[in-house]
């Protein structure tokens, strides 16, 4: 059985970090397009980062604008885990955070049960 488990979430003031991550078990996922998604009260969900194989051993990473130079996308293969970075929080980047894993960063299959983040003074 397949499973994504997100962890790390919490209460933070703007301008403070928070690392997010996310273990899969079940199988392997080193092939695979790692996601990491977030949807506020109201808004829909919107894909904030993603982590794809491009074949061999390498990866893309892509970000939404929003979050360009303050997240970071990493994965480990060994401890099938994909961690989620952020830094300089603010309010805005409030929302649940969901991993997701899929055949193409176009096509998630699987996804976590997410976890709160929360920006504010």
């Known amino acids: 059985q397949v499973r994504l488990v997100e962890s790390g979430g919490g209460l933070v003031q703007p301008g403070d970090s928070l690392s997010l991550s996310c273990a899969a078990s079940?199988?392997?996922?080193?092939?695979?397009?790692m996601g990491w998604f977030r949807q506020a009260p109201g808004k829909e969900r919107e894909r904030v980062a993603s982590?794809?194989?491009?074949?061999?051993?390498?990866?893309?990473?892509d970000y939404i604008d929003s979050v360009k130079g303050r997240f970071t996308v990493s994965r480990d293969n060994a401890k099938n885990t994909v961690d989620l970075q952020m830094n300089s929080l603010k309010p805005e980047d409030t929302a649940v955070y969901y991993c997701?894993?899929?055949?193409?960063?176009?096509?998630?299959?699987?996804w976590g049960q997410g976890t709160q983040v929360t920006v504010s003074s």
């Open positions: 079940g199988r392997t996922f080193s092939s695979y397009s």
């Open positions: 997701a894993a899929g055949r193409s960063p176009d096509s998630y299959d699987y």
């Open positions: 982590h794809t194989w491009t074949g061999g051993i390498t990866y893309q990473a």
